[in-house]
């Protein structure tokens, strides 16, 4: 995912670095690279830094919101001093069927009378489904 901050002064050139300052972070599954694009601006690059599993990382309905900041610096000859801004990013992390349903036993029994009635239960069996 590319990010992109647009420095409104005029004058001075600045270079805009970027971070991720995020709490919701705290496992490191992101990263972000900062980078010079065709015209001489820099942008943002987010890359996961680790497989992600949905189902792993507790996510609600998928969604992982990461607080970036957009910091820029002076490159003028005063002394150096930054401007921060933040945004929010908000990445949606897939659902993959990777979790096979299994069964609660590895094998079940039963038996019955002959010439029960109609629609009588044998047994109970429970699929265990962690993907929805």
């Known amino acids: 995912m590319e990010v992109f901050a647009i420095d409104g002064d005029r004058g001075v050139p600045r270079q805009i670095y970027y971070e991720i300052v995020s709490e919701d972070n705290e496992t490191?599954?992101?990263?972000?690279?900062?980078?010079?694009?065709?015209?001489?601006?820099?942008?943002?690059?987010?890359y996961t830094s680790v497989g992600l599993d949905r189902e792993a990382e507790g996510l609600v309905n998928g969604l992982m919101t990461l607080n970036l900041s957009a910091i820029e610096e002076d490159s003028g000859d005063d002394p150096i001093h930054e401007i921060t801004t933040f945004t929010q990013v908000t990445i949606t992390v897939l659902d993959e069927n990777d979790e096979a349903p299994y069964f609660d036993q590895l094998s079940y029994s039963g038996s019955i009378q002959e010439n029960s009635q109609n629609e009588l239960v044998v047994n109970d069996i429970t699929m265990i489904v962690i993907d929805p």
Not at 31 to 43: A, E, L, Q, S
Request: proline fraction near 5%; aromatic fraction near 10%; charged fraction near 20%.
């Open 28 to 46: 490191d599954s992101f990263w972000v690279d900062t980078v010079p694009d065709d015209g001489g601006n820099n942008i943002g690059i987010i």
